[in-house]
C-alpha cells in the first residue's frame, strides 16, 4: 500500500469518525457493549397543538402535522441489519414536521442573520479531536486539518465495494455553500437541500428556528406515513421497479449513474411524489440527521414492550468504532444503491460523528405538538 493511500486511510478512519464504514459501507460486526443505554433529555419546542396565532402559523409554516399513533418500529424482514431488531412497538405522541429537508435558501437565512460558521468552514482543533481517538494515535499534519469535507467522485470502471477510498475524498474549500469544491457554488440553487451540514451545524440551527431535530423513532413514524409492514416509505415496491419514487443512484455503483430517475446527483426538494403524511424526499436525496445517540443494542431494550415516545440511549456505541459517539442518522441519499447500501429503507439505521459533514448531509426538523 502506497504512502498516499495509508494517508488516506488514516485521515479517513480517524479524523471522520470512520464515517465510511458506518454511513456508507453498512458493515456489521457483533459485540457487547461495555455497559447498558442509559437515556437522554428529549429537547424541547414551543407547543403548536393549533395554529392559532401568527406567531404559531409562522413557526409551522412549510412544515405538516404528524399524527398520533403506534407503529411498529425496526425491520419487516430479513434484509434488516441486526442493529433493526427486535421490530417492537412505539408509541408517538403528535408533531409538526418540515414537508421537505432544510434547503440552501433557508439556511443562508440562519447564517445571514446569526453569522454562524458551519463545522466545514473550520480548522479542526486537534487537541478537541484527539479526544475521541484511541490513545496514542499520532497528529497528522497541519494541512489535513485545514476546513474540508467529503466529496464524491465516480470511479472509471467497475470496482470492489469494499474499498470506499476509490470513491471519496476529502476536499478542502467544500462546505454548504461551495458544495462540489472551491470553485461551485449554490447560485440558482435556493431549493436544493443544504449539504456537508454536521449534526452541530443541524443543532444550532433548530435552536436559532425554535425547533428541533427529530428523534429515531419519531423520523420511522413519519418515514412510513402511516403504512404498515412496509419496507419503504411509499410501500414495498423496490426502485429496481419504481426508480421514480425517490432519487438515488441508478446504474452501476459508483461509476454510472444511469439516472432513470432524471437526477445524477442532488435534486431540488419536492420533486418526487410525498408519502402519506405529505413529507417529501424522506427517502433518498440526503441523508436527515436525527437527535439520539446511536447504540447498536438499543433496540433490545424494548422486545416485547411499547415504547413510549423513546428518545434515544444518554451515550453511543457502536461496536465498529468504540472509541467514537456517534448521533443516528436516515433516509439515505442520491449515493444508495440497492446493491451497496439501501439506506432509504424506512428502518435502516445509520450513524456518525455529529461532527461529520458530507456532500449527502442534511436534515429536516420538527415542532411539538402536545
Not at 61 to 67: D, F, K, R, T
Not at 82 to 90: A, G, L, Q, R, W
Not at 112 to 140: C, F, N, Q, R
Request: charged share 25%.
Amino acid at each position: 500500500m502506497n504512502f498516499n493511500k495509508i494517508l488516506f486511510l488514516f485521515v479517513s478512519l480517524f479524523f471522520y469518525g470512520f464515517l465510511f464504514n458506518s454511513l456508507i459501507n453498512c458493515s456489521e460486526k457483533t459485540k457487547r457493549p461495555k455497559s447498558s443505554p442509559k437515556f437522554q433529555i428529549k429537547e424541547k419546542t414551543r407547543v403548536v397543538s393549533g395554529v392559532e396565532s401568527i406567531e404559531d402559523s409562522i413557526l409551522v409554516s412549510g412544515m405538516v402535522l404528524i399524527p398520533s399513533g403506534i407503529f411498529e418500529m425496526g425491520a419487516v424482514n430479513s434484509n434488516g441489519f441486526s442493529d433493526e431488531f427486535p421490530k417492537h412497538k412505539v408509541k408517538i405522541n403528535s408533531f409538526w414536521m418540515d414537508i421537505s429537508e432544510v434547503t440552501n435558501a433557508e439556511f443562508k437565512k440562519f447564517v445571514d442573520e446569526t453569522g454562524y460558521i458551519t463545522t466545514a468552514e473550520k480548522k479542526v482543533d486537534w487537541h478537541e479531536m484527539k479526544k475521541d481517538l484511541p490513545p496514542g494515535t499520532t497528529k497528522p499534519h497541519d494541512s489535513l486539518l485545514a476546513p474540508s469535507s467529503l466529496l464524491f467522485y465516480y470511479t472509471s470502471f467497475p470496482v470492489e465495494l469494499n474499498d470506499y477510498s476509490q470513491w471519496w475524498r476529502f476536499t478542502k474549500g467544500v462546505n454548504w455553500k461551495n458544495p462540489w469544491g472551491p470553485n461551485s457554488s449554490i447560485e440558482g440553487k435556493d431549493d436544493f437541500p443544504v449539504v456537508h451540514i454536521s449534526w452541530n451545524d443541524a443543532r444550532e440551527y433548530c435552536k436559532w428556528a425554535g425547533k428541533r431535530l427529530p428523534t429515531e423513532a419519531e423520523w420511522e413514524y413519519a418515514s412510513r406515513g402511516g403504512l404498515e409492514r412496509s419496507v419503504y416509505s411509499w410501500g414495498n415496491s423496490p426502485l429496481s421497479i419504481i426508480s421514480s419514487k425517490a432519487n438515488t443512484w441508478n446504474g452501476s455503483f459508483p461509476n454510472k449513474n444511469s439516472m432513470e430517475d432524471n437526477f445524477e446527483f442532488l435534486a431540488p426538494v419536492k420533486k418526487f411524489p410525498p408519502n402519506g403524511y405529505g413529507l417529501y424526499d424522506i427517502s433518498g436525496n440526503v441523508w436527515e440527521w436525527c437527535s439520539d445517540w446511536y447504540d447498536y443494542n438499543y433496540y433490545k431494550l424494548f422486545e416485547n414492550k411499547t415504547a413510549d415516545n423513546p428518545i434515544g440511549p444518554q451515550t453511543s456505541y457502536d461496536p465498529n468504532e468504540p472509541y467514537l459517539a456517534k448521533k443516528v442518522m436516515r433516509g439515505g441519499s442520491f449515493l444508495c444503491h440497492e446493491s451497496y447500501c439501501s439506506g432509504y429503507r424506512s428502518s435502516m439505521r445509520m450513524k456518525t460523528t455529529p461532527d461529520t459533514s458530507s456532500i449527502h448531509a442534511g436534515f429536516r426538523t420538527v415542532v411539538d405538538a402536545m
